[in-house]
């Protein structure tokens, strides 16, 4: 089961939400496509760095999974524990 503080807490943040936002409209993504998605689309200013932060907090939340193709880490956004978080509340 997800820690639903960690879900929340990941949650919180805009930065993070936008990067759900984008994984959610393209998934399978790099790092490197997606810090330019959010530079470009949505005009941060952020380092790959700092994103890779957001990204270990979204991953320990469940809502990010990360896999090695070749020498690239590539995103897939995770809905399920959102879906079990909510389902309790909507049902």
């Known amino acids: 089961m997800w820690d639903e503080d960690a879900i929340f807490k990941a ?5 993070r939400r936008l990067i759900l936002d984008e994984l959610s409209e393209r998934n399978d993504q790099t790092l ?12 941060l200013t ?6 890779a932060k957001h ?7 469940g809502l990010l999974k ?3 193709k070749g020498k690239y ?3 897939t956004f995770n809905n399920e524990p959102l879906k079990n978080l909510l ?4 049902e």
């Not at 990204?55 to 320990?60: A, Q, T, Y």
Request: hydrophobic letters at 40%; charged letters at 25%; aromatic letters at 4%.
């Open 55 to 61: 990204l270990s907090v979204l991953e320990d939340a």
């Open 73 to 75: 880490r590539v995103l």
């Open 46 to 51: 952020i380092s790959r760095q700092a994103i």
């Open 11 to 15: 949650l919180g943040d805009s930065t």
């Open 87 to 90: 389902k309790g509340w909507i």
């Open 66 to 68: 990360s896999k090695q």
């Open 32 to 43: 490197y496509e997606l810090t330019v998605r959010l530079i470009t689309r949505h005009g």
